[in-house]
């Protein structure tokens, strides 16, 4: 136990680590809340590339019902922002450079909240939105509208996979 000089207080985490800790927390808590991992487990897709989509898309709506409180909002906003910037989605130059699931969750959030997608996130949707099919953008605003029902927004879910050409018809 080491002693400090008078008028020298412990330090603590940074703002930008608290922020980011009250956002994991707060990703965790919205998820234990409204995902139901049996739902999940049984309307899960086979494949590697449509699972992703699917587990991004749910993840997605848990936050979209989570956010109806604004400090829970403002966490899960600033997490997601981090998360492109460190991934380096600000410059992409191509489509291929992104993940086509963290687009959709972009995406799938933007219909559920109603609120702009994080700013390092406008690359990655500039690249893509030009590309999506219209059934594609009309499977996510319905999804949109069936949020609070696990069960139906995961059929719709294997709809937009289909649209995607990720699952087969």
Known sequence: NRLRPW???????SLPRRMAQASRADAHAVRMRYHDQ??????????????????????????SLGSTFAGVSANLDAALDERYRA????????????????????LARERMTGQDPPPAAKAMLDAW?????????????????????QTTYAHTAHRLLRHLELEAP
């Open 87 to 106: 991934r380096g989605y600000t410059h992409i130059q191509h489509r291929e450079d992104v993940p086509l699931s963290e687009v959709l969750r972009v």
């Open 38 to 63: 049996g739902v999940h487990r049984a309307n899960r897709p086979s494949t590697q590339a449509a699972r992703d989509v699917f587990d991004a898309v749910e993840q997605a709506r848990c936050e």
């Open 7 to 13: 008028g020298q207080l412990p330090s603590s985490p």
């Open 129 to 149: 939105r030009p590309t999506l099919d219209a059934h594609v953008l009309r499977d996510l605003e319905e999804m949109a509208g069936q949020r609070r029902d």
